[in-house]
């Protein structure tokens, strides 16, 4: 099975962490434009950035449930 990660899945993880396209792209550590294409579906994101988005977000979702104390 090939776990993908669209530019829809992009745009939904970007909602859900509730950041701008500039926040991204310092989430992320590439430029503004990088993002831009990834989220209008441009170029195919990277593996590693598909992950990062996803570990961000189940940070974020956690910490927002109770789950992780800060």
Do not use: Q
């Not at 500039?22 to 441009?42: M, W």
């Not at 593996?47 to 977000?57: G, S």
């Amino acid at each position: 099975m090939i776990n993908t990660f669209t530019h829809d899945h992009f745009c939904y993880w970007i909602d859900k962490m509730d950041i701008s396209y500039e926040e991204a792209a310092e989430l992320l550590g590439v430029s503004l434009s990088t993002i831009e294409n990834y989220a209008y579906g441009l170029v195919k994101i990277s593996p590693d950035h598909a992950t990062a988005c996803r570990l961000l977000l189940k940070f974020k979702t956690k910490r927002l449930n109770g789950i992780i104390d800060t």
